[in-house]
C-alpha cells in the first residue's frame, strides 16, 4: 500500500489530483495567484470527485492547499469574465458533487481559507486546521451574499449570533475561534498538519468503507432536501449580486488595490 501517488487528470495543473492508498488527494496549486480558484479548477475537482465516486478503490478524499494558503476563494477575475450561470456551471457543479458525495471528504486547512476555501468545510465530515489558519468569508464586502450552503449551515454549527457577525462583517477568524465554532475538528501545528490529516485519511480507509459511507449517508439524511433548496436560492441571489454595480467597484477595488466605496449605493 505504500505506491507512490499517481496523477490521474492532467487537465489544469493548478488543481493535483492523485490516487493512493485508497485516497484521492485534491490539492489547489496555483501558489501565484493565491490558489484562487478559477472555472477550469472547479471542473478538475467535479472530474476528480466524480472519478472518486465511481472508484472502488478510493475510500476517502482528502482536500489541501499549500502550507501558506489553502484559497483565497473564487477568481475574481474569473468570475467577472463568465460569471456562472445556474446548474451548468463548474462552480455550481462542484457545489452539488460535494453536497452528493457518498465518500467522506477530510479538508487540512493551512493559512488564509476565504470565501469558498471557508464555506467548502461546512461540507466536508472531517476538518483538520494547522495553527496557522485564517478564515473569512467576505461576500458582504464584496456586495454578494453567503453561498454553498453557508446560510444555513454555519448557524447550525455556530449558533445565529456568531454566524451572522461572520457572514455580515466577512472578518477574518483564527483556528482558535473555528474550533469554538465546530468548523474544525482539531488545530495542529502547522508543520505537523501534512502529516496527520493524511494519517486521519488512512485509518478512515482501512475502516470497512460501507460502514464509513453509512454513516454519512444517515447523518446527512435529514439536510439534504433543505440544504439543495437553500444552495439554489443562494446561487439565484448571488449570481443576480455578481452582476450588480456593487460588486462590480468592490472587485474593481481589490484589482487597484484601493478601499471599495459604496456610499452611492442605497
Ligand atoms: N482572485 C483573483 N486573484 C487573486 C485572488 C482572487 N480571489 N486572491 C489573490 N489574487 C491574486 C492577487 O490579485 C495577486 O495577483 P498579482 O500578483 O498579479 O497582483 C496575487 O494573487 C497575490 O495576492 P495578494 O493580495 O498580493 O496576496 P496577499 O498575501 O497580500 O493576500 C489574500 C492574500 C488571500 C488575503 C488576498 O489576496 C485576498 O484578500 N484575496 C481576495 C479574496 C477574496 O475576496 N476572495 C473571493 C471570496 S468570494
Known amino acids: 500500500m505504500c505506491r507512490a501517488p499517481q496523477p490521474i487528470k492532467k487537465g489544469t495543473m493548478d488543481i493535483e489530483i492523485t490516487k493512493s492508498s485508497g485516497i484521492l488527494r485534491i490539492v489547489f ?3 501565484d495567484k493565491k490558489n484562487a480558484i478559477t472555472g477550469a479548477m472547479y471542473q478538475a475537482m467535479v472530474d476528480g470527485m466524480r472519478d472518486a465516486e465511481a472508484d472502488p478503490a478510493v475510500r476517502v478524499i482528502l482536500i489541501a492547499g499549500q502550507p501558506q494558503i489553502f484559497t483565497a476563494g473564487n477568481d475574481l477575475e474569473d468570475f467577472m469574465k463568465t460569471p456562472p450561470m445556474l446548474a451548468e456551471s463548474p462552480v455550481f457543479q462542484y457545489m452539488q458533487q460535494m453536497i452528493r458525495a457518498t465518500k467522506p471528504v477530510i479538508a487540512a486547512v493551512s493559512g488564509a481559507a476565504v470565501g469558498i476555501g471557508t464555506t467548502l468545510l461546512l461540507h466536508c465530515d472531517l476538518v483538520y486546521a494547522a495553527d496557522n489558519a485564517k478564515f473569512s468569508m467576505p461576500f458582504s464586502q464584496l456586495g454578494l451574499c453567503p453561498e454553498f450552503g453557508s446560510s444555513l449551515l454555519l448557524e447550525r454549527s455556530a ?8 457572514l455580515m462583517f466577512g472578518e477574518a477568524f483564527f483556528a482558535d475561534e473555528a474550533l469554538q465554532m465546530g468548523l474544525v475538528n482539531r488545530v495542529v501545528p502547522a508543520d505537523q498538519l501534512a502529516d496527520f490529516a493524511q494519517a486521519q485519511a488512512m485509518k478512515l480507509a482501512a475502516l470497512p468503507a460501507s460502514s464509513v459511507r453509512a454513516t454519512k449517508r444517515l447523518m446527512k439524511a435529514d439536510d439534504r432536501a433543505a440544504l439543495e433548496a437553500r444552495v439554489t436560492e443562494e446561487n439565484l441571489a448571488f449570481s443576480a449580486m455578481l452582476r ?13 488595490k484601493r478601499k471599495p466605496d459604496f456610499s452611492r449605493f442605497v
Do not use: L, T
Open 244 to 256: 450588480a454595480p456593487e460588486a462590480k467597484e468592490a472587485f474593481a477595488a481589490f484589482f487597484e
Open 29 to 31: 496549486n496555483r501558489p
Open 159 to 166: 449558533g445565529y449570533r456568531r454566524a451572522a457577525e461572520k
